[in-house]
């Protein structure tokens, strides 16, 4: 839902709990293509290895989306999150900190990365 995604990112529990299931949420809609592609394109997938793939998904999904709306914060005068600080260790923080788009691109980069990690773990998997 809408109101999950836009507070995916606040601090406490209420942006965990709205994280997890902004989440829940991506990863049935990716488990239903999952499986209406292998049904559609005849697959055969190996159902293992495409739960971990969802796993992977998710779980990064979920580490990645805790920084939203904080990528703007600055880790040496408050409590941020671990991709946050990751970026600032990186380099990016200058970055970070100038370009209101900075944070929104590290967040699709670190996305697609991840997506094409779990693809790449479900694929290992091969047909049945």
Same mark, same amino acid.
């Given at each position: 839902m809408d109101r999950d995604a836009v507070a995916k990112g606040l601090h406490g529990a209420e942006g965990r709990i709205a994280c997890l299931r902004h989440v829940a949420s991506y990863t049935a809609t990716q488990a239903l293509a999952l499986a209406a592609a292998d049904r559609g394109l005849g697959l055969r997938l190996n159902w293992r290895w495409a739960a971990a793939g969802l796993l992977v998904s998710a779980a990064t999904h979920y580490a990645a989306d805790r920084s939203g709306g904080r990528w703007a914060e600055d880790p040496?005068?408050?409590? #941020? #999150? *671990?991709? &946050? *600080?990751?970026?600032?260790r990186a380099g990016k923080g200058g970055w970070l900190m100038r370009d209101p788009q900075a944070g929104y691109r590290i967040d699709q980069a670190l996305h697609k990365g991840? %997506? @094409? %990690?779990? @693809?790449? &773990? &479900?694929? @290992?998997?091969?047909g049945r």
């Open positions: 040496e005068k408050q409590s #941020t #999150t *671990r991709m &946050v *600080r990751a970026a600032h991840c %997506i @094409a %990690i779990a @693809a790449g &773990v &479900v694929a @290992a998997g091969g």
